[in-house]
């Protein structure tokens, strides 16, 4: 099978090393917003539950060379629709084409998706119908098929709280393994706001394959016509068996705002990870790292909780002083606007790596050693 695994746009080196660590690098191949490899049922499976950064991973049906708009419908159409889906189930179609306007591309989405209902036998009013996603850039057309359902970020932890920002789970995710966490250092996010690093982190510290609690039903390949349960039962009995039993270092998650520590300790309950995070309501400034020194970790304002410029340079000096004073022995992550008044951090910085937050562009900068 020729898989790809898509993520946000400037997490595709995270992703591939995640692949990769999976055992998973045959004919890996990094691409934008994602990573091609090859792999069989297992490895999909696998896929699913481990890898923290991905979206979704897609079964690639098809990658050919077709210029005509008629071609690209006959293509799609061509592919063995029958041996794959559940016709009850449906299909619906996701293409991206730049070359169309919004207009054009919904009706040939539409087009597509009349052409492959009809060679499935499926109803156009079917129930949670699978997804193919088709790309078509220069003549050349990949058509995928979604493995994975919800979205992978959708963890099945977070609650409807009222933090007005929450940090998307596999970006929280991908920006730990970026800064080299692997749980075998403190942990400290003392502006955990939904406490989203907190809670991926204990995942990662304790070996937790992160989408272990979806429920019977959620991933699309269990919709598969050639859906192995007995295969998927012993993948995920596997990934169950190499949870450890704890962290071997503190995680801690603090706020100023009292509600948000409630609301994250109660993500974090739902997540199955409550008792290996610390968690107190405090003030970023009155912060009193441990002895042992780890990582630090914070998502500054920015996007709708972007301060304005008189409130946002004090808050940066504010954190820069407390790394400087407080955390000097420690490597510091800082997820910061595209834009950041930086100087204001006083901070030696390693690196300032492009990143995107849903629509907004975003900077990890990076201190310590």
């Known amino acids: ?45 696998a896929a699913n539950l481990w890898l923290r950064s991905a979206s979704r991973v897609q079964w690639i049906l098809l990658q050919a060379q ?66 193919a996603v088709v790309h078509h850039y220069r003549g050349q057309l990949t058509v995928g098929l979604d493995s994975s359902g919800k979205a992978l970020h959708k963890r099945g932890y977070r609650t409807t709280g009222t933090h007005e920002a929450p940090l998307q789970e596999t970006l929280a995710a ?10 075998e ?72 705002q009292a509600r948000w520590v409630r609301e994250a300790a109660v993500s974090a309950a739902r ?18 790292p441990p002895r042992e020194p780890g990582l630090l970790v914070m998502n500054l304002p920015y996007g709708s909780r972007l301060g304005s410029e008189r409130e946002l340079r004090p808050l940066y000096r504010r954190v820069g002083s407390l790394v400087r004073e407080r955390f000097a022995r420690w490597r510091v992550g800082l997820l910061v606007p595209d834009a950041p008044p930086s100087e204001e951090l006083g901070l030696d910085l390693a690196s300032a790596m492009p990143i995107t937050n849903g629509a907004l562009r975003c900077r990890l900068l990076r201190a310590g050693s």
């Not at 099978?1 to 055992?23: D, K, N, Q, T, W």
């Open 174 to 183: 991908a920006i730990l393994l970026e800064l080299g966490y692997r749980g």
């Open 271 to 288: 997540a199955r990870v409550r008792h290996h995070i610390a968690f107190l309501a405090s003030r970023v400034e009155t912060a009193t």
């Open 1 to 45: 099978m020729r898989l790809f695994a898509s993520c946000a746009p400037g997490l595709e080196a995270v992703l591939g090393r995640e692949i990769e660590a999976l055992g998973l690098e045959r004919g890996l191949t990094i691409a934008h917003a994602g990573v091609f490899f090859d792999g069989d049922t297992r490895d999909l499976y």
């Open 185 to 256: 250092e403190t942990l400290w996010d003392p502006m955990c706001g939904s406490g989203t690093f907190a809670i991926e982190g204990a995942m990662i510290a304790v070996h937790k394959a992160p989408m272990i609690h979806r429920k019977k039903g959620q991933f699309a390949f269990e919709w598969w016509r050639d859906f192995d349960y007995a295969l998927w039962r012993q993948v995920s009995t596997e990934a169950r068996d190499a949870r450890r039993p704890a962290p071997a270092h503190p995680i801690l998650a603090s706020d100023a």
């Open 66 to 131: 077709e210029r005509s708009r008629a071609g690209l419908v006959d293509a799609v159409a061509q592919i063995p629709w029958p041996d794959l889906l559940r016709p009850e189930r449906g299909v619906a179609i996701e293409l991206h084409d730049a070359g169309l306007t919004a207009r054009a591309r919904n009706e040939m989405a539409e087009q597509l998706t009349r052409a492959v209902r009809s060679r499935l036998g499926a109803r156009a009013d079917a129930e949670h119908p699978a997804l």
